[in-house]
């Protein structure tokens, strides 16, 4: 089955810096790759995705790559806000399977 | 425009107890999906319905679990005994499309067995 990596585990940037997550995945056949953030006593929300045949996806302040070849992907958040603190989660998925990273948890000091 | 709920918020139980976690998912969509969450093992799938039918419930933990769609609206699982170790956040999530496609999570149930 698919095995999602996921790091660091751990984040802390000062207001205003870039965070930026990693993930690689094992499975070839993966095509969608969304992000999840999920506050404290709260279900996972989806933030952003990108599919197989886009390499990069921008929404406002954050961004995602993907690297099929390598296959690895990345979340990229600028200008963080307190408001980003959170966990962060990576998935990959063929079909409606999705295989979740073990999370990060970023703290955005003010 | 609901998201996906879920209820109860909470639930405590003792060990043996029969435990009912419920969820009404984003109306349209066709997918539902249950998730279990632990610090252990993260998010992990237990079971996946599409258009009300079971495709996937090759999470299922054990026989003690079980999952019933009887509507689109609708969707239970089921622990009985309960356990201990059963003890984590069960989310419900939905989606519109059979692949690929964007799974919108609920508040989640947390499962505290004793």
């Known amino acids: 089955g698919e095995n999602v990596e996921q790091h660091p585990s751990t984040l802390s940037v000062q207001e205003g810096d870039s965070a930026v997550i990693k993930c690689t995945y094992s499975?070839?056949?993966?095509?969608?790759f969304p992000w999840y953030k999920q506050e404290l006593g709260k279900g996972p929300q989806l933030i952003i995705d990108?599919?197989?045949?886009?390499g990069e996806k921008k929404d406002q302040r954050i961004a995602v790559t993907l690297n099929k070849t390598a296959k690895h992907f990345s979340l990229h958040i600028t200008e963080t806000q307190p408001e980003d603190s959170a966990v962060y989660f990576c998935?990959?998925?063929?079909?409606?399977?999705?295989?979740f990273g073990a999370g990060t948890t970023v703290t955005v000091r003010a | 425009d609901a998201g996906v709920i879920q209820s109860p918020r909470h639930e405590v139980t003792e060990m043996g107890q029969e435990v009912t976690l419920r969820c009404k998912p984003i109306?349209?969509?066709?997918?539902l999906f249950w998730y279990r969450q632990t610090m252990m093992r993260g998010l992990e799938l237990l079971i996946y319905?599409?258009?009300?039918?079971?495709?996937?419930d090759s999470g299922m933990p054990e026989d003690r679990f079980s999952a019933k769609m009887p509507n689109a609206s609708f969707s239970t699982l089921k622990i009985q005994p309960s356990e201990p170790r059963d003890s984590a956040v069960y989310f419900c999530?939905?989606?519109?499309?059979?692949?690929?496609?964007?799974?919108?999570f609920g508040p989640g149930t947390r499962l505290t067995v004793t």
């Open positions: 998935a990959a998925a063929n079909d409606y399977k999705l295989s």
């Open positions: 499975d070839s056949a993966s095509n969608y």
């Open positions: 109306s349209g969509h066709n997918s």
């Open positions: 999530a939905s989606s519109l499309a059979l692949r690929g496609g964007e799974q919108y």
């Open positions: 990108i599919r197989s045949n886009v």
């Open positions: 319905f599409n258009n009300n039918v079971p495709i996937d």
